[in-house]
């Protein structure tokens, strides 16, 4: 039944027109952006988005950019490379994040990462009305997850690959929370999914990236919270589940490009400098161990100097993250 429905979807989307309907992004520069309606859920009213920035001739495909959590798109140096090397660039604005987010809704609240799948669905049948025969999907962070999620459980998606940024495929805490802990919170939340089990977090991450602290870049940090939002147990429970099902029998048919930094250092509330220089969200031992798990396929690599968004790291570990990722795309033409 969810196949019918899905090529129903991408069926109307090739009969209507949708270009008409994309309006100018807050990130100028030729990015439009086109809210999309997608029902209602248990908070009310959803939309998602998709900012787009297409070439003015022909293209080689396209890639569809899916954000972390607590995180929108933003990443604009992202998008004009991918079309300096002669491909249309997207990024989707999930459900109740940046763009998307509405006054009523939970910020990247979710209580399966399921409900994502139509976000999804929508944004590459539009990508496909659009002329984009060749499409590859790139997640960062939860975004990866989502991702990977997203293509297990649908294989016959019209994705011709997958770049993974430092996906979350596991969690970076010590055996007695992950064997422990973890479980029985997503046991919680099954039955008290709106129960807060976490209330704020360190913005160290967010200082390594703002300008004004330790970084160079900008960003609305009313959509990317330097201290967090609450985390709910519904939605722990829901990473839990993804995670756990990526681990079971995952076959990602398309090559996958898997992509970290070469070393994770703990968090504090004290500034360090190696947080410039590495992952301080997630393990990168456990990004390479269960990213190569996920398909035949898969190229995995990890950036010297990179931090846990790998487009956002310093030169040259930046430089070396473009360079690895147009190589791949080029190998896949």
């Known amino acids: 039944m969810k196949s019918i429905l ?11 027109p949708v270009s008409a309907q994309y309006v100018h992004d807050i990130l100028g520069d030729r990015y439009q952006k086109r809210t999309i309606e997608m029902g209602d859920d248990y908070e009310g009213r959803v939309v998602c ?17 899916i954000h972390g959590y607590n995180d929108y798109f933003f990443q604009s140096e992202l998008g004009d490379s991918v079309m300096s090397h002669g491909y249309n660039f997207y990024a989707l604005d999930l459900r109740k994040y940046g763009r998307s987010l509405l006054p009523h809704q939970d910020a990247f609240y979710c209580k399966s990462l399921d409900e994502y799948f139509a976000d999804v669905d929508t944004a590459l049948a539009i990508i496909r009305q659009e002329g ?55 046991f919680l939340g099954r039955f008290f999914p709106e129960c807060t089990v976490q209330s704020g977090g360190n913005p160290s991450y967010a200082y390594s990236l703002l ?15 330097p201290f967090g939002h609450p985390k ?56 390479q161990k269960y990213g190569i798990r996920l398909g035949p396929n898969v190229s995995a690599h990890r950036i010297k100097g990179g931090i846990h968004d790998l487009i956002l790291s310093p030169k040259p570990a930046r430089d070396t993250t473009y360079r690895i990722l147009f190589e791949w795309l080029e190998k896949k033409e």
């Open 6 to 16: 899905i090529s129903c979807l991408f069926a109307l989307l090739l009969i209507f």
């Open 49 to 65: 988005t998709l900012v787009r920035k297409p070439l003015a001739g022909p293209a080689g495909g396209a890639v569809l950019y």
């Open 132 to 186: 984009n025969e060749r499409i590859v999907l790139m997640g960062h962070s939860t975004g990866g997850l989502i991702a990977a999620y997203y293509l297990k459980h649908h294989p016959d998606a019209p994705v011709a690959g997958l770049i993974l940024n430092s996906p979350f495929l596991d969690w970076n805490f010590g055996w007695l929370m992950e064997g422990l802990v973890l479980p029985s919170v997503s």
């Open 211 to 225: 300008q004004g602290f330790h970084g160079e870049w900008t960003f609305d940090t009313a959509w990317k919270m």
């Open 232 to 287: 709910r147990a519904g939605w722990i429970r829901a990473i839990h589940t993804a995670q756990q099902d990526i681990r079971s029998e995952c076959v990602i048919r398309c090559p996958i490009l898997l992509l970290s930094s070469t070393q994770s250092y703990p968090e504090s509330a004290e500034w360090h400098e190696e947080y410039l220089c590495s992952d301080i969200v997630l393990s990168v031992e456990d990004i």
